[in-house]
């Protein structure tokens, strides 16, 4: 059974917990480069994590996001790039696609793409490209289910350590 079919299978059925959507971003006309929005939730197992919308513009002016998400120590510190997977993978992905998706649908036609670079794990070697690595797979397997699911048509691409998503039919 291939990846994709297992995720869908069991992230259909994932929980999405409970966060602010008045967080969701609403951006603005006068977005600056980096802008950045915090979206806040807390899981079963009371691990709190934080995803980071920021706003980039690409070198040819078109308008995205980029999407960080990191664990929150008691301290409210942490590091993008800590493992998050404390037994609660399909919710918390669930969660972070269903923030992306919001975020998507409640900037239409001004977010061209969204851009993610999943940290690349042991069992990945250093060749690897990043939209075939372990957390790429999945980071788009999520993302690419709830776009479908809205009906919003996108392609993707890789470049580097980086995934972009771009959104169709926009601007």
């Known amino acids: 059974m ?4 297992i995720l869908n299978e069991i992230g259909d059925s994932a ?26 939730f807390r899981t079963d197992k009371n691990t709190e994590y934080k995803v980071t919308i ?3 513009i690409a070198d040819d002016n078109r308008f995205g996001v980029e999407v960080y998400f990191r ?3 008691l301290r409210g510190r942490g590091s ?3 493992q998050t997977n404390r037994y609660e993978l399909f919710s918390v992905m669930a969660t972070i696609s269903d923030i992306v998706l919001n975020t998507v649908k ?8 969204i851009q993610f670079s999943p940290t690349k794990t042991e069992n990945d070697k250093d060749a ?17 289910s709830k776009l479908s699911a809205a009906g919003i048509d996108y392609s993707y691409s890789a470049k580097g350590d980086k995934i972009f998503i771009n959104i169709l039919g926009t601007n």
């Not at 291939?2 to 079919?5: G, V």
């Not at 977005?31 to 929005?37: A, H, N, T, V």
């Not at 409640?106 to 793409?113: A, P, Q």
Request: charged letters at 35%; a neutral charge; glycine letters at 4%.
């Open 80 to 82: 993008y790039s800590d």
């Open 15 to 40: 929980k999405v917990y409970d966060y602010d959507k008045s967080s969701i971003p609403k951006i603005q006309d006068t977005s600056d480069d980096s802008d950045d929005y915090p979206i806040y």
């Open 71 to 73: 664990t929150n120590d």
């Open 128 to 144: 690897t490209p990043v939209d075939e690595t372990q957390r790429g797979k999945l980071y788009m397997t999520y993302v690419k």
């Open 2 to 5: 291939k990846l994709r079919t």
């Open 106 to 113: 409640k900037n239409r036609g001004k977010i061209n793409f």
């Open 54 to 56: 920021f706003t980039v």
